[in-house]
């Protein structure tokens, strides 16, 4: 969504993570302008069919300010493929309401 300039931020606005928690700042730049993301990710860790760690959200910045630390989700988001979470799976972009460009995209697994 085009949060741009908006004072107080929801878990619908951009940057956040949906049902889960809002930026703690509003990073994001004009509509039209390029937004940069730097996003580290730990999947949920499970032994059998048993959850034994929450999926976390290391470190999210955007446009070079940190707008998540340290935040666990319960549970995979309303557009994951399955529904269900899992070690590991793909990995999907969202657009929402108009159009929407990727670039310079860079994944990197870490051990």
């Known amino acids: 969504f085009d949060s741009f300039g ?22 994001s730049k004009k509509p039209g302008e390029w937004q940069k993301f730097v996003i580290d990710f730990q999947a949920p860790k499970f032994e059998g069919d ?7 959200f290391i470190k999210v910045t955007l446009n ?21 979470e899992a070690p590991t ?9 108009g159009a929407v460009a990727f670039r310079n995209i ?3 697994p870490k051990k």
């Open 89 to 97: 799976g793909p990995l999907m972009f969202q657009g929402d309401h």
């Open 6 to 27: 908006k004072q107080k931020l929801g878990q619908g606005d951009m940057g956040a993570i949906y049902s889960a928690a809002a930026p703690r700042v509003n990073a």
């Open 64 to 84: 070079d300010q940190v707008i998540h630390e340290n935040v666990e989700v319960e549970k995979a988001t309303g557009g994951a493929l399955t529904g269900k």
């Open 106 to 108: 860079k994944v990197t």
């Open 50 to 56: 048993k959850k034994v760690a929450k999926a976390k």
